[in-house]
């Protein structure tokens, strides 16, 4: 009796390790909280503040990247807080979303229990995947993050709700 508990005991320690290794975690930490996606499309997207007067950069074709992240209790994120950089250029941001769809240019108090997606107007022709989160009011601390982005072609980003809590870099 006591063998086939034994026996019982380490099965169970052995499914339960398993199942935790194929969980691993995927996502990144930044200076607000985690990053825990980062797509490209190149289907054209729609903001409030979207055009030409706003954005006079001159692109061969469009594309916007997309990067989901949960912040930590009582921070605060704008569309003015972070750009992309790669191959010395730099890619602003241009709208910020809730889980819920709502855009504001300020979320001054966030909800850590929320998702927020921050869009950015990128090269989409021939246009690198790897690029630099940069927090722009740093002075001092973590200023950067390298993220590798999903080129996802011409589809919808994932939203915000079906983003996994434990990542899907």
Not at 4 to 23: F, K, Y
Not at 124 to 133: E, H, V
């Amino acid at each position: 009796m006591k063998t086939l508990i034994t026996t019982l005991l380490m099965a169970m320690v052995l499914v339960i390790s398993v199942a935790s290794n194929g969980a691993e975690l995927k996502f990144k930490r930044f200076r607000l909280g985690r990053i825990l996606n980062a797509e490209i499309t190149t289907k054209p997207q729609a903001f409030s503040e979207l055009n030409d007067a706003a954005y006079p950069q001159k692109y061969r074709k469009k594309a916007f990247a997309a990067v989901t992240v949960q912040l930590d209790p009582k921070r605060s994120l704008s569309k003015y807080d972070f750009v992309l950089k790669a191959d010395g250029k730099e890619y602003p941001c241009v709208g910020v979303r809730k889980d819920n769809g709502v855009e504001k240019w300020k979320f001054e108090n966030t909800d850590p229990q929320s998702l927020y997606t921050i869009y950015f107007m990128v090269e989409g022709a021939g246009s690198p995947t790897d690029f630099d989160l940069v927090y722009k009011l740093a002075t001092r601390g973590p200023q950067k993050v390298n993220l590798s982005f999903k080129n996802i072609g011409s589809r919808e980003f994932t939203p915000a709700k079906q983003v996994s809590r434990k990542g899907m870099l």
